[in-house]
Antibody, heavy 120, light 107 residues
Framework: EVQLVESGGGLVQPGGSLRLSCAAS????????MNWVRQAPGKGLEWVSY????????YYTDSVKGRFTISRDNANNLLYLQMDSLRAEDTAVYFC?????????????WGQGTLVSVSS | DIQMTQSPSSLSASVGDRVTITCRAS??????LNWYLQESGKAPKLLIY???SLQSGVPSRFSGSGSGTDFTLTISSLQPEDFATYYC?????????FGQGTRVEIK
């Protein structure tokens, strides 16, 4: 069974850092492009970052460029999001999501999410 | 970036109703359009991909259509478990933007 399990969320002060992890099971992470998507309280879905299967291609939404870093450890089936210089507007539930391996594939599996709260 | 606009933002319907949600892209995305359902407090779930292909395990009362810039999600007979928020998403180009969501509520 395919599973994605996020961890690492919590309460952090503005300017602080957090590292989110996404543990994949039931499939080999090395074969899949991955994403982070977030959802602020009461708001819609916002794509945050993308990483190719091998890690060579990475994209970020403009609001997190220079502050967030996506990475992956295919040997251990782990996806990461390092979040630095956190702001109140980064408060959200963060989901990791897998891309179905076809051209222009959808996000076919999602984790349950981990809550990041940025507040003093 | 490609902007995705859903309508309506919310709707009220009864069990058994036929429901239609539309999604418009700011430029042509061919058939690279996906639909997701999100229940409150849960992760999104893929319903439809490539505009009209039903994801495995999704009931056949859900269907999708459209190409280019205009797309539709139809629920042929609304069931109690369908009261949720629906999102469209384009997978034509990065960033893979989402619509703002359509909340389907019980009338």
């Amino acid at each position: 069974e395919v599973q994605l399990v996020e961890s690492g969320g919590g309460l952090v002060q503005p300017g602080g850092s957090l590292r989110l992890s996404c543990a994949a099971s039931g499939f080999s992470l090395s074969g899949y492009e991955m994403n982070w998507v977030r959802q602020a309280p009461g708001k819609g879905l916002e794509w945050v970052s993308y990483i190719s299967a091998g890690g060579s291609t990475i994209y970020y939404t403009d609001s997190v460029k220079g502050r967030f870093t996506i990475s992956r450890d295919n040997a251990n089936n782990l996806l990461y999001l390092q979040m630095d210089s956190l702001r109140a507007e980064d408060t959200a539930v963060y989901f990791c999501a897998r891309i179905y391996p076809t051209r222009k594939g959808p996000f076919d599996y999602w984790g349950q999410g981990t809550l990041v709260s940025v507040s003093s | 970036d490609i902007q995705m606009t859903q309508s309506p933002s919310s709707l009220s319907a009864s069990v058994g109703d036929r429901v239609t949600i539309t999604c418009r892209a700011s430029q042509s995305i061919s058939s690279s359009l996906n639909w997701y359902l999100q229940e409150s407090g849960k992760a999104p779930k893929l319903l439809i991909y490539a505009a009209s292909s039903l994801q495995s395990g999704v009931p056949s009362r859900f269907s999708g259509s459209g190409s280019g810039t205009d797309f539709t999600l139809t629920i042929s007979s609304l069931q109690p478990e369908d009261f949720a928020t629906y999102y469209c998403q384009q997978s034509y180009s990065s960033p893979r933007t989402f619509g703002q969501g359509t909340r389907v509520e019980i009338k």
